[in-house]
């Protein structure tokens, strides 16, 4: 069973960055993302790609901010995000699934594999 961990996250100021990081116990090449969730709200996915390439998904929220990454190597996909603001505040999950457009259509019920998940905290 493919295991994913994540690390990174934290407190920052608006304007800051951080960097997410999502290990996989083995490659897949089911599509690699993010969800995020805030308190109250529903889980949104944010972004996410094909380890092949192909279309890489970005939430309209976060496009031109936030930046998904693969690097084979290390079976590893990074979320860049950067100019954060404090909507960006939330608990971010990993999670790999068949196709990319469940992250599109926050169809997280159909996830295969999560992360524990990283909190995200933006200061104003």
Partial sequence: QVR??????G????????????????????????????????R???????????????ADSVQG???ISYDKFK?????QMNS???EDTAMYYCATGPDCS???HNKY???????QGTQVTVSS
């Fill in 4 to 9: 994913l961990t994540e690390s990174g996250g």
């Fill in 11 to 42: 407190s920052v100021q608006a304007g800051g960055s951080l960097r997410l990081a999502c290990s996989s116990t083995e490659y897949s090449n089911y599509c690699a993302g993010w969800f995020r969730q805030a308190p109250g709200k529903e």
């Fill in 44 to 58: 949104q996915g944010v972004a996410a790609l094909y380890p092949l390439g192909g279309t890489t998904f970005y």
């Fill in 65 to 67: 901010r936030f930046t």
């Fill in 75 to 79: 079976n590893t996909h990074y979320l």
């Fill in 84 to 86: 954060l603001k404090v």
């Fill in 102 to 104: 469940l992250f599109r």
């Fill in 109 to 115: 019920a159909s996830i295969t594999d999560w992360g």
